[in-house]
Nanobody
Framework: QVQLVESGGGLVQAGGSLRLSCAASGRTFSSYIMGWFRQAPGKEREFVTAITWSGGTTYTADSVKGRFTISRDNAKNTVYLQMNSLKPEDTAVYYC???????????????WGQGTQVTVSS
């Protein structure tokens, strides 16, 4: 079993940056695909980005490509989301999640964090 705890959210002005962290417990962290999703008020949860266990392959939504970067440190059981050039439309609760397979479908992620709020002001 894996437990996930996100941190690093907050309020930032448009054009600014934030780095989210997701700390995982469980000895099998390194075998999981790790992903980030987000959910804005009144909208469905959407895929943001994911990274394979080795960190060698990433998958990123077009809406954030070139601005957001996912990385992981298996020694620290932590995955990161570096968010640059933030826009007001990036405002959402951001969740990290883990899956056994590389996928952008949220239903295939087994474990979820509690989420961290990111608010981008214009």
């Amino acid at each position: 079993q894996v437990q996930l705890v996100e941190s690093g959210g907050g309020l930032v002005q448009a054009g600014g940056s934030l780095r989210l962290s997701c700390a995982a417990s469980g000895r099998t962290f390194s075998s999981y695909i790790m992903g980030w999703f987000r959910q804005a008020p009144g909208k469905e949860r959407e895929f943001v980005t994911a990274i394979t266990w080795s960190g060698g392959t990433t998958y990123t939504a077009d809406s954030v490509k070139g601005r957001f970067t996912i990385s992981r440190d298996n020694a620290k059981n932590t995955v990161y989301l570096q968010m640059n050039s933030l826009k007001p439309e990036d405002t959402a609760v951001y969740y990290c999640a883990s899956a056994r397979v590389a996928t952008m479908r949220d239903v295939e992620y087994d474990y979820w964090g509690q989420g961290t709020q990111v608010t981008v002001s214009s």
